[in-house]
């Protein structure tokens, strides 16, 4: 049987989870690829940090050039993270002409077509199925099981912790601040939690699915990206009260054709969105991820699973290895490439074009003609009103108006939104979430 020797970088959770995950199933995977599979070295920030499974001293070094270089190593996973030190580990990787498994995101978001065109250049191959939802094989399911779709839509539940903090904050009827913090206490959340709550993880997981999904690489800077910092317990609960719920969402959706022959517009973005109770993707709650795919040919698919922790993301660097180790053993380098651009490429729509329905909140004076001087403007701007609610309860000087709009775009309704902000009668800035209704 063939041996294939995988060396790590990074020997921390998931490092550490990885070789723990290899030590157990390592039987099982041989037998399905009838290759032997083994961890030589592995690379750690210092001998004795704790880690949640241990690994054997005998493999470790402080050196990630001892795993890079060491011929005995065949693939190299990167599992250290960053953007810096991380893109040199995999380039010397690459340039050597080993596969290389990463979990990096950020690093893919940022330099994804560089380490694409490493690979191509030194014949190898670059596997990256944990950098997105975790254990769940998106990347794999994109690339190899929906390769006969054209992707419509793809709606992401991909942040463990949005989904968390907005999950407690719906079952609790608590604030953001509150929950956060209460997250932060349990592990849930970082001390620093601006790249999950202000949506930019999310925006970097988004950004490879459109990528793969439509074969060409979006930018992070082209997608618009929304956090959860400014939903509040009232809109959750107004949300509820219509019949949805509020979740953070990563979408990518297939704007309509501007001719036979023109390349795709498509919409990238991540923000916070009101989707039917009734949807499954609303039930999912804590810390799970979910991604939505719908495909011309297949139809509605969901994925549920654990996006992120030690085992979930070694489930999916061992398929990763699974895929190295055959490339390897049949001699098919760069059987699946890590990137194929698309003949017609493609381009990301402006978020002001982008087509949605809305919920929006204003606080109102209390009093007749208050209603008319908002309709007007709606009217004006040519976006229709499907519901209206002042509930009860909130007697005086301003209450809550909650209003729910037909499908507009959303250049026109921030341009209303600003006109409304401006009349005496609404007494703070209206609060605006977009409806996905998943159809
Ligand atoms: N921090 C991420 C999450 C996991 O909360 O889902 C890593 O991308």
Known sequence: MQSVNLGLIGGGTVGSGVYHALQLNRGLMEARLGVRLKVVKVAVKALDEPRPYEIPTDVMTTDWKAVVNDPEVHVVAELVGGVTLARTMILTALELGKPVITANKALLAKHGPELFEAARRHGTNLYYEASVAGGIPIIKALREGFVGNRFTHIYGIVNGTCNYILTRMRQEGADFGDVLADAQRLGYAEADPSLDVDGHDSAHKTGILASLAHGFWVKPEEIHVEGIRSITKIDIQFAQQLG???????????????????AARVQVSVYPALIPNSHVLANVNQVFNAVFVRGDVVGDTLFYGRGAGKDATASAVLSDLADAALDLKFGSKCRIPPFVP??????????????????????????????????????????????????????????????????????????????????????????????????
């Open 342 to 439: 698309l003949n017609q490429g493609g381009t990301v729509m402006p978020i002001g074009e982008a087509m949605a329905r809305y919920y929006v909140r204003l606080n109102v004076a209390d009093r007749p003609g208050t209603m008319a001087k908002v309709a007007t403007i709606l009217g004006q701007a040519k976006i229709g009103i499907s519901s209206i609610i002042q509930p009860e309860g909130h007697e005086g000087e301003s209450v809550p108006l909650i209003l729910m709009m037909h499908d507009a775009p959303n250049a026109a309704l921030t341009k209303a939104l600003a006109k409304i902000a401006k009349l005496p009668v609404v007494k703070a800035p209206p609060v605006m979430l977009r409806v996905e209704t998943l159809e």
């Open 244 to 262: 949805y719920t509020i979740k953070l969402l990563g979408i990518v959706k297939l704007g309509p054709a501007q001719g036979k022959k023109a």
